[in-house]
């Protein structure tokens, strides 16, 4: 797709520190100043639903382990009724896809106005993907996954939010978190034990590309090829090499469909390094803030 080309290409020149990009930054660091200041004097109106609400964000573009976070604290709700809020992204939305495979029995929501899904959704407990900036809806509680790194705005850098707005977040580094292979599987689902010595070329199109080459090289196979596309772009099949094994994330994998071709990809699973105490914690306090909300609810009804 050709935005996905120029997505890429833009990406690249950020990666640089093109300056010839910083008027345009400040700009946009004008627009979420008075945006945001909008809604403190609440000037933009906020939507409250009766569920618990957890957004989980950052305030830079590109990818910090957002949606693996998702996938693991909704896990740790099981006894709860959840509900996953996404906006999606184009026609693939990989990442809402891969939350709904990986989580059957949490229902999956995808639209711009998460507000609005969120009053569709009948259940205990909400939590939004890539959340942060959505201000239009009411959050109970906000998790920021930081780099910890000093960045301008868009375009002249990654930054999309003010790092001022941490302060009333539970902020964590993305060095207290770790993607770890859960599984290798085949297109057919069924698990591979090991490619270690295996020849394979790679594919993606993920935010951090090099992360995933880190990954396979660890694994103990031999890349022969490797093919990277911008960020949520589906991978053309006909341009990819004619190798004995494709492998790609499990992102890329749900975009694929049907194919012929010797695919197999990376089940990954995220694991805090450090701070674990602390999100045991957190749990905690959002599972008593549900219990009040449901108790508060049937006396209401009562």
């Known amino acids: 797709m050709l935005r996905d080309k120029i997505l890429f290409f833009g990406q690249k020149l950020i990666e640089r520190g093109a300056w010839y990009f910083a008027p345009i930054s400040w700009i946009y660091a004008l627009i979420v100043f008075f945006r945001n200041k ?22 830079v573009a590109g990818g910090t382990g957002k949606t693996p976070f998702v996938h693991m604290l909704a896990n740790r709700f099981k006894h709860r009724r959840v509900a996953i809020l996404s906006r999606g ?17 949490v229902k999956v929501y995808i639209g711009k106005d998460r507000a609005l899904l969120a009053k569709l959704a009948q259940e205990e407990l909400l939590i939004l993907d890539d959340g942060f900036q959505h201000r239009k809806l009411h959050r ?3 998790i ?16 999309r939010d003010q790092p001022k707005r941490l302060k009333g977040a539970e902020v ?14 085949d297109k057919e689902g069924r698990e591979v034990p090991s ?30 090829s490797e093919t990277f596309y911008a960020d949520h772009e589906k991978a053309d099949l006909n341009k990819l090499p004619k190798v004995s094994a494709l492998v790609c994330t499990e992102k890329d994998f749900v975009k694929l469909g049907k194919s012929e071709l010797p695919i197999y990809y990376l089940e990954m699973e995220m694991e805090l390094v450090s701070q674990a105490k ?8 959002i599972d008593q803030k549900i219990d009040n909300r449901s108790s508060y609810g049937k006396q209401c009804k009562n």
Do not use: M
């Not at 939507?47 to 989980?56: I, M, N």
């Open 38 to 59: 909008l809604y403190d004097w609440r000037f933009f109106r906020v939507e409250k639903v009766d569920a618990v609400v957890v957004s989980v964000g950052n305030i």
């Open 195 to 224: 490619i270690q010595g295996w020849k394979v070329a790679i594919f993606c199109g993920i935010a951090n590309p090099q992360n995933f080459k880190n990954t396979v090289l660890s694994l103990g196979a031999e890349i022969v």
């Open 140 to 142: 109970d509680f906000d």
């Open 172 to 185: 964590f580094q993305t060095s207290d978190l770790s993607l770890k292979v859960n599984r290798i599987l």
């Open 278 to 285: 602390r999100l045991e914690k957190l749990i905690e306090i």
């Open 89 to 105: 992204y184009g026609q693939f939305p990989d990442e809402a896809i891969l939350l709904a495979k990986r989580l059957p029995n």
């Open 144 to 159: 920021v996954l930081d780099k910890n790194k000093k960045e301008h705005y868009l375009p002249w850098g990654f930054l």
